[in-house]
């Protein structure tokens, strides 16, 4: 009985193999939108002076407990306690000051641009709690801009164009600044 000639074969299981690397898509991950600073050696610090009421102080410790202006929170708690912090529609003063911009697109409008929310982080904090506090945190802007959004718009941000998701941005600025709270273990 005669074999089958397989010399071949591995000539065309590594055309195939190109194939289907070049003509299929790569899904990338997305993570998080983040700019890091750059190293502390090569810039010099400034210290940014911040009046109170315009910050918004989250610290997450090594055990994962979430605390906001040292009081504690949860995770669920948080992203309304951001909307609530960064819209401050009640003109509330100890919230953050509003300001009136000429905005396009929008005309005059209260623009949440003095707020900042600083998070501080333990080196030793688990990765999970850390993404879980961050999700918490961009899912308050997201509301708010959707808000926005549909309000203006009469539909989602998702479904914005460039000029109108700028529009809104500039409105609710994403304004956070981390900070990585270092051990020395000896």
Known sequence: MPGLDTTSTADISFMLLIFFLVTSSMDSDWG?????????????????????????????????????????????????????????????????????????LMGRCRVSDRHVIIVEV??????????????????????LRNQLARQQFGHPLAECNA???????????QRISEKLQMRNEE
Not at 122 to 140: I, P
Not at 164 to 173: F, G, I, L
Request: hydrophobic content about 30%.
């Open 163 to 173: 000029e109108q998701r700028d529009a809104v941005a500039m409105v609710y600025p």
């Open 122 to 143: 333990d080196s030793l904090a688990s990765y999970d709690a850390y993404f879980q506090m961050q999700n918490a945190v961009v899912k308050g802007y997201n509301n």
């Open 32 to 104: 998080l939108p983040r700019q890091l600073p750059p190293p502390e050696n090569q810039t010099e610090q400034e210290d940014l002076i911040v009046k109170q009421r315009n910050a918004l102080c989250l610290r997450l410790d090594s055990n994962g407990r979430l605390t906001c202006n040292d009081e504690p929170i949860t995770v669920k708690d948080l992203t309304e306690r951001v909307e609530t912090f960064v819209a401050n529609s009640t003109n509330d003063p100890t919230l953050p000051e509003m300001s009136e911009r000429e905005v396009h």
